[in-house]
């Protein structure tokens, strides 16, 4: 009984220390959570997603519709002083003073097209400054993102190099297209015999 009593005084001792190891653990977890938790509550994401993501998108929706209609105003107004009657010199120039003032007019979208891509720019510019932050406090900077699986059509983009209008400075320019074409025998000299052939292997790019 006395050797009894003196395991279980020392087991008592054995798992107090255990049970406040494992408490400690578990309030140092519950205190990353907490921290986690106001990280992520300051990152604001309510606001992100149903205020400046959608803002953002009807934006850039705008900006789609007024560089349209600006455009085809500016076309419709170039045919009509193009196919104008100019046998009346008074009338063609007061046709041609009319359709130029509407191509003035039509222009004036730039400015505003460029306030509303500079709204897009400042809400993309604050989502990547909370996101960077997050990050920071997070200590996440050296993990490596998640593999995601490539779709069809990503792969198909990657493939054919379809990464749309370039900017200045980037891709390649018609000097090195022709170089590469005139390397695949695609020069002027063999132009018309390959003409068909050239139209089957970009029909290709597309099948």
Do not use: W
């Amino acid at each position: 009984m006395s050797l009894a009593e003196v395991m279980a005084d020392s087991l008592e001792s054995y798992l107090q220390a255990v049970d406040q190891t494992v408490y400690s653990e578990f309030m140092s977890i519950a205190e990353e959570i907490s921290s986690m938790k106001k990280e992520i509550s300051a990152l604001r994401p309510s606001e992100m997603r149903h205020n400046a993501i959608p803002d953002a998108g009807r934006e850039l929706d705008a900006v789609v519709e007024a560089t349209e209609k600006a455009t085809n105003i500016i076309m419709s107004s170039a045919e009509e002083i193009m196919g104008a009657d100019t046998s009346d010199a008074d009338a063609y120039q007061a046709l041609v003073n009319d359709k130029i003032i509407e191509i003035f007019e039509a222009c004036s979208f730039q400015d505003i097209t460029g306030q509303r891509i500079s709204k897009v720019v400042n809400a993309l510019n604050v989502i990547d400054q909370r996101v960077s932050t997050f990050i920071d406090r997070m200590k996440m900077q050296n993990v490596e993102d998640v593999e995601i699986e490539e779709t069809e059509a990503e792969r198909r983009k990657r493939e054919l190099i379809l990464h749309g209008p370039q900017h200045d400075g980037e891709g390649v320019n018609q000097s090195e297209v022709d170089a590469m074409l005139a390397e695949l025998g695609f020069g002027e000299e063999n132009e018309k015999t390959t003409e068909k052939s050239n139209q089957n292997d970009i029909d290709a790019l597309f099948d």
